[in-house]
């Protein structure tokens, strides 16, 4: 009877050993269940993370490049533009596209002494953009002054020779000077005549009126403006 009980306890023993290790065994499982999906839903989001940063980097990455290449197009797009005139160095220049008229005075040396600045503050907007084959011409002052004059033909004056004196209503005189026949010393007594322009006056003789005057000796039309009045012809 000892030996049956001793039997069924080792049975006993062994069923209940059996259902600890299944028990074990499918815990054991369990976890490598659930950690294998653990570890799947993790790499699942870690992809899906470094998938969205790669997409945003390519993506700003193309964005650069297009706009560096937009960049590159519109500093490699040039407009050609012709300036003469009273400008220090005349010639066709290639300016950037988006250039304004003040760029290609700058780049053509700004105005030469002889340039109508007052013509150009009136009448030329240096904010305007440029386009292909734009021309600008700046005047000269003699130009300005001829074209202001053109009205009004100028008749050769029969005043005497060289030096006159001529009577005024305020009981004071004033000397006219031939531009055709006078010395240079008298040229310089003019108002504005140096002797650079009393050489070049003399040089480009005779003369019919103020406007050939500006116009061939290139005469400031600021300073033949002070002389009209003091000159013959």
């Given at each position: ?120 503050a009136k009448n ?33 004056n029969n005043f ?74």
């Amino acid at each position: 009877m000892i030996s049956s009980i001793v039997n069924d306890f080792e049975t006993s023993l062994i069923d209940y050993k059996n259902l600890v290790i299944d028990k074990i065994v499918a815990r054991k499982w369990l976890f490598i269940v659930v950690g294998s999906i653990s570890i799947s839903i993790l790499c699942f989001f870690v992809l899906r993370s470094g998938l969205t940063e790669y997409k945003n980097r390519a993506k700003s990455t193309m964005e650069e490049g297009t706009a560096g290449v937009n960049a590159y197009s519109n500093v490699d797009k040039k407009v050609y533009i012709d300036i003469s005139g009273a400008i220090k160095n005349p010639d066709l220049y290639k300016l950037p596209e988006g250039a304004r008229v003040m760029d290609a005075l700058k780049i053509a040396g700004g105005l030469s002494v002889d340039g109508d600045v007052a013509w150009v503050a009136k009448n030329l907007n240096v904010a305007r953009k440029l386009k292909d084959s734009d021309k600008i011409y700046i005047p000269f002052e003699w130009e300005v002054y001829e074209s202001s004059m053109s009205m009004a033909e100028l008749q050769p004056n029969n005043f005497p020779d060289v030096v006159t004196t001529v009577a005024v209503s305020n009981s004071n005189s004033k000397l006219i000077v031939n531009i055709n026949t006078a010395t240079k010393i008298q040229l310089e007594s003019l108002s504005g005549i140096g002797p650079a322009y009393a050489d070049r006056i003399i040089q480009f003789r005779p003369y019919k009126n103020v406007g050939e005057l500006g116009r061939i000796a290139k005469i400031p039309s600021s300073t033949l403006s002070k002389i009209t009045e003091l000159i013959s012809f």
